[in-house]
């Protein structure tokens, strides 16, 4: 007979999600197996260096989180370099190549992958940015003094072209809707922010499609809907990511833009909890939001947090707690830190410290009478006091007097 403490723990992604799963498997005092499977043949590494700090032109950073012997000493089984193809549910088990991998509890965080642009596979020079692999051969290309064009106007692209930019190298963006980042944090603060890109000299252009690149075996331009065509070297495509859920049609785990699951992580199937990128679940403190909390988010805090809380839930879902968060996000573009908690959806934005055309403040976001989320640009030490603002779901009226007591104490301090 299976006990808690002898269950067969398998993590199906070698991602922060599934090294988290695994330490907190063990910090809880977990004694069963642990198997971690990962698609690449690397151990867990950190992903946002990938785009801020090295494309940038630092010393490559470390970026693997933890090394081989540690997770050894954790006692877990290492299946690397192969991806999970299928999972049957009813002989609780996992399949990674060859092998069959039996489970008691299982965290799925297989992640997302980034969207390739279709059509582009014989051109080289053509890159996404979600991988160590990736990010090694967009510096490179950098490096060589690549005319770039990015195709697409949001965080990852953004970063891309500030790197491009840091070099002193021509770039264009190029994003089909009208307003860059309406998804991310609303249109109003995309507009502000893109004048980011006006200020360093980056060419954005908005509201036009790409119709083809051009090039034989290697890119040598970006052929726009209205017929321009944009020299290039190098074309990164920033247009999203699609969570890794393929392997698991037919297996019983309810899809739909990521992996279902409720409050506490749990999917549709016994023992089978999912938490990082791949996820979408039901957050308590967001439930009376048209969508009913139910939100996937790709942030490196609720990736962490996830797989821990996942893991804990998997192997005691007697006890399982509701994982609630803020979320929380950041960017660096040229010299600017730009930071976001919350959620983007509001009824109304309002600027409360700085300005805009300073490119330097603090904007609320209101949905209903409630604080829901809080931009800042350039004010790294007021984001996170507004987070803990939004978890306490403080009101609206409240949120504006908190700020106000903020402004005059900075004033005071002059």
């Known amino acids: ?105 299982l965290v799925l965080a297989t992640g997302a992958r980034a969207r390739l642009l279709p059509g582009t596979d014989h051109l080289a020079g053509v890159y996404a940015l979600r991988t160590l692999d990736d990010a090694i051969a967009v510096r490179s290309a950098l490096e060589a003094g690549s005319r770039t064009v990015v195709i697409g106007a949001g965080f990852i692209g953004s970063e891309v072209a500030s790197g491009a930019r840091k070099r002193g190298l021509p770039v264009t963006i190029v994003e089909a809707l009208p307003t860059p980042l309406v998804r991310a944090i609303g249109e109003e603060m995309g507009t502000a922010l893109s004048a980011l890109h006006a200020a360093h000299g980056t060419d954005l252009r908005c509201g036009v499609g790409v119709d083809a690149l051009e090039g034989t075996d290697h890119v040598t331009g970006v052929r726009l809907a209205d017929g321009t065509v944009l020299p290039a070297d190098l074309v990164v495509a920033g247009i999203g990511a699609i969570p890794e859920t393929e392997w698991l049609e037919g297996s019983g785990v309810k899809l739909d833009n990521g992996i279902v699951a409720d409050e506490t992580l749990r999917t549709d199937l016994t023992g089978v909890y999912a938490a990082g990128d791949v996820v979408r679940w039901r957050n308590p403190l967001f439930a009376e939001s048209p969508t009913g909390g139910l939100m996937r988010i790709e942030h490196w805090t609720s ?15 007697e006890n399982a707690k509701p994982y609630e968060t803020v979320p929380y996000f950041w960017s660096d573009w040229y010299d600017s830190r730009i930071q976001f908690v919350g959620v983007p959806s509001a009824d109304e934005i309002r600027v409360v410290s700085g300005s805009v055309d300073e490119q330097r403040f603090v904007a609320l976001y209101r949905t209903g009478d409630r604080l829901t989320g809080c931009l800042t640009l350039d004010r790294r030490a007021e984001v996170m006091k507004y987070r803990v603002q939004i978890g306490r779901r403080t009101s609206w009226s409240d949120a504006l007097a908190f700020a106000e007591k903020r402004n005059a104490a900075a004033a005071a301090k002059g």
């Not at 809380?309 to 879902?317: F, H, I, S, V």
């Open 1 to 105: 007979m299976t006990t808690p403490s002898s269950a067969r723990l398998v993590v199906v992604g070698a991602s922060l999600a599934g090294l988290r799963a695994v330490e907190a498997a063990r910090d809880a005092g977990h004694e069963g197996p642990v198997t971690l499977v990962g698609a690449e043949p690397h151990l867990p590494y950190d992903r946002p260096p990938l785009s801020k700090a090295y494309l940038d032109g630092e010393e490559v950073p470390q970026v693997r989180f933890r090394e081989e012997e540690h997770l050894r000493e954790l006692g877990v089984d290492l299946v690397l370099g192969t991806p999970a193809s299928a999972l049957d549910a009813d002989g609780r088990e996992v399949v990674v190549g060859d092998r069959r991998i039996g489970y008691d509890a």
């Open 303 to 317: 990736a962490a947090e996830q797989g821990a809380q996942a893991a804990r839930n998997a192997l005691d879902p």
